[in-house]
C-alpha cells in the first residue's frame, strides 16, 4: 500500500483532502469550539504550529464544504445546510507601516472580490472594515465568520524598531475594534497569532475576547500528539528510535498532550529521518537576543523558571517580559503546573526538547562569545572532562572558553559589563550539552547558583566576581544537603571571574 503524500508547507485544508494528503484530524477540536457557545476566540501557537491550517479548515466548515469533510469526526456531526460568508485575514511580515496599510487594503480588496460586496470606504481601512461586515451580512441574510490569521506578526516583525511597532499596534487596534463595534453582524470570530498583546493595548476593545491558548480542551487543537505518531504516522517511521525522536522534537505542553511540532516531524521524514534543527532554523529570534542584551538577563534562570499567571495576560511592547515571550514564541514550554496556597496558578517552564535546547544555546554562545569556529571542539572537550570528572579539565576548558572570545566582542558589546555574563556563558556552553541543569537552585539556605546532574555525578557551582570565596559559600550554607539522599558524588566548584582579565581568575572544588 503506497503512503499518503506529506503536506509539508501545504496550509489549505481543501488541497490536502482533494490530492489525498496525510491530514491529522482536528475536526472534533473545531466542531467543540463552533459550539462551545462564544462567539470571540483567540488562540496562541509558536509559528509553523498548524494555526493557519486550522483557520483554513474553520472556513471550510462554514463554507459548507461537505465533500472535504467524508471520513473526518466533523462530518456527521455538523448541519451542512448551514452557510455563512467568510472574511478572512492572513497578516504577512512587514517593515514598516506604510506596508502595513497597504496589505490591509489589499486584504480588504480580496475579501470584497471573494463574496461580491463593493466597498465604498476604500480610502480608510477601518471603514471599509466595517462596511465589508455590514455589506456582507445584508448581501447573504445572515451573520458573517470573521477569521484573522497571524493577527500580531506587523508588531512582532518589527518590535526591534518600538516607534514602527507601536504606530503598528494603533493601526490593528483601531482595526480589531470594528470587530466588537459591530457584533450584531457576526456569528463567530477567530484569532490567531505567536503572542497576546495586552489589554491595555491592542486588545483594549476587545474584552469580550475568550482566550482558549491554556485551554486543556483545546491543548491539541495544533501539533501532533504522541498518539498521532504512533498511528497516523507509523508507517512513515519505520525503523526509527522512537524515545530519540520523541526527546529531540516532542515536548510542547499546552495542559493537555505533550505536542510535536508538525513542521519538524514532516523535515524529519522527508529528510530520510536525518536529525536536525529544522522549526529553530526557520527562523532565527534575533529579537529575543536583543532584549537579552536589553535587559542583561541572567541565563542560567532559565532552566528553573516560574511564572505567574502573566504567561496568559501577556505584555505590552514598551514593557516586554522576556519569559512570556520565550514562551509564546516557543522557546519554552510549560513543565508543570502548581496551584498556590494563596491563590493563583503557578507556572514552571522549560526548553521543551533537544532541538531548541541545543539550538538556542548555541545561538546564544554565538552572540555572547562569537566562537563560530571554536565552538564545537570547546563543546566536545568540556562534555568529556565532566562525564569523566577531571576537574582540572573542566577548568582548562572554560578557562579555554573564555580566552576565545574575540577582544572586539568586548569592546563592540555591552553584555559583558553586568555580573551575569560570565555565569551566562558557562550556562549556555553546558545547556548546549545537553545536561540536565537546575538555575538559581533553590535550598533551604539559599539559591545555587548553578546545579549539573549527569549519570551519577552532581556538581554544585557558585559564581563570584572578584576576590569573595565562591567554594566558601556553597560549604558555609551547605548546599549539598539537598543532594545527600541521592548517593551520588557530588562535586563543589567555586569559581571566581576577574573582569579586568575577563577570565576564570580562581577554580577550587572539592569531592563528597
Not at 445572515?142 to 516607534?163: A, F, G, R, S, W
Not at 522549526?279 to 529579537?287: H, L, V
Request: charged share 30%.
Amino acid at each position: 500500500m503506497s503512503l499518503k503524500k506529506l503536506p509539508l508547507g501545504i496550509q489549505t485544508f481543501g488541497r490536502i483532502r482533494e490530492e489525498n494528503y496525510l491530514y491529522i484530524d482536528k475536526t472534533k477540536e473545531a466542531y467543540n469550539l463552533i459550539n462551545s457557545g462564544n462567539i470571540f476566540y483567540f488562540l496562541s501557537r509558536p509559528r509553523r504550529f498548524g494555526k493557519s491550517l486550522f483557520i483554513d479548515t474553520l472556513q471550510d466548515i462554514f463554507e459548507a464544504r461537505k465533500e472535504l469533510f467524508k471520513d473526518l469526526y466533523i462530518y456527521d456531526k455538523w448541519d451542512w445546510k448551514e452557510k455563512y460568508p467568510v472574511i478572512k485575514f492572513d497578516l504577512k511580515s512587514i517593515t514598516n507601516t506604510q506596508e502595513l496599510l497597504k496589505d490591509l487594503k489589499v486584504l480588504l480588496k480580496e475579501n470584497q472580490a471573494h463574496l461580491d460586496i463593493f466597498c465604498e470606504e476604500t480610502d480608510d481601512y477601518a471603514n471599509c472594515f466595517r462596511e465589508l461586515i455590514q455589506k456582507t451580512a445584508k448581501k447573504y441574510n445572515t451573520q458573517v465568520v470573521v477569521l484573522v490569521d497571524e493577527y500580531d506578526k506587523p508588531i512582532l516583525d518589527t518590535i526591534d524598531k518600538l516607534e514602527v511597532s507601536k504606530a503598528n499596534r494603533e493601526i490593528l487596534k483601531r482595526f480589531y475594534n470594528e470587530l466588537k463595534s459591530n457584533e450584531q453582524y457576526i456569528k463567530f470570530c477567530f484569532l490567531t497569532g505567536v503572542s497576546k498583546f495586552s489589554k491595555a493595548s491592542i486588545f483594549s476593545g476587545l474584552n469580550m475576547l475568550t482566550d482558549i491558548s491554556l485551554n486543556p480542551k483545546y491543548g491539541n487543537i495544533c501539533g501532533y500528539t504522541q498518539e498521532d505518531i504512533e498511528t497516523s504516522f507509523k508507517d512513515y517511521l519505520v525503523d526509527v528510535d522512537m524515545n530519540k525522536f520523541q526527546n529531540y522534537y516532542n515536548g510542547y505542553n499546552f495542559l493537555k498532550d505533550p505536542v510535536y511540532n508538525p513542521f519538524d516531524t514532516l523535515q524529519f521524514i522527508i529528510n530520510d529521518f536525518k536529525y536536525s534543527n529544522y522549526w529553530f532554523s526557520s527562523g532565527t529570534p534575533t529579537f529575543l537576543i536583543k532584549l537579552i542584551e536589553k535587559n542583561n538577563y541572567f541565563l542560567p534562570t532559565l532552566s528553573n523558571l516560574t511564572i505567574g499567571e502573566e504567561l496568559l495576560d501577556s505584555f505590552d511592547i514598551e514593557n516586554i517580559d522576556l519569559e512570556v515571550i520565550l514562551y509564546q514564541s516557543g522557546y519554552l514550554t510549560i513543565d508543570s503546573v502548581k496551584e498556590k496556597r494563596r491563590g493563583g496558578i503557578e507556572y514552571k517552564l522549560k526548553l521543551p526538547n533537544i532541538e531548541v535546547k541545543n539550538s538556542f544555546n548555541d545561538i546564544l554562545i554565538d552572540y555572547l562569545t562569537n566562537q563560530k569556529t571554536e565552538k564545537l571542539k570547546l563543546q566536545d572537550d568540556l562534555y568529556d572532562a565532566i562525564v569523566d570528572e577531571k576537574l582540572e579539565d573542566i577548568k582548562t576548558s572554560f578557562e579555554t572558553i573564555f580566552a576565545s572570545i574575540p577582544y572586539n566582542n568586548y569592546t563592540n558589546n555591552s553584555i559583558q559589563n553586568y555580573e551575569g555574563y560570565y555565569a551566562s556563558i558557562v550556562y549556555v556552553y553546558l545547556q548546549s550539552l545537553g545536561l540536565e541543569i537546575i538555575g538559581e537552585d533553590v535550598t533551604s539556605k539559599g539559591r545555587i547558583d548553578l546545579t549539573i546532574k549527569i549519570n551519577n555525578i552532581i556538581y554544585i557551582i557558585e559564581f563570584k566576581i572578584g576576590s569573595n570565596d565562591a567554594l566558601i559559600q556553597i560549604k558555609e550554607k551547605d548546599y549539598a544537603q539537598k543532594y545527600q539522599r541521592e548517593k551520588k558524588t557530588i562535586y563543589l566548584v567555586g569559581i571566581n571571574f576577574d573582569k579586568e582579565e575577563r577570565n576564570i581568575s580562581r577554580f577550587e572544588w572539592e569531592r563528597l
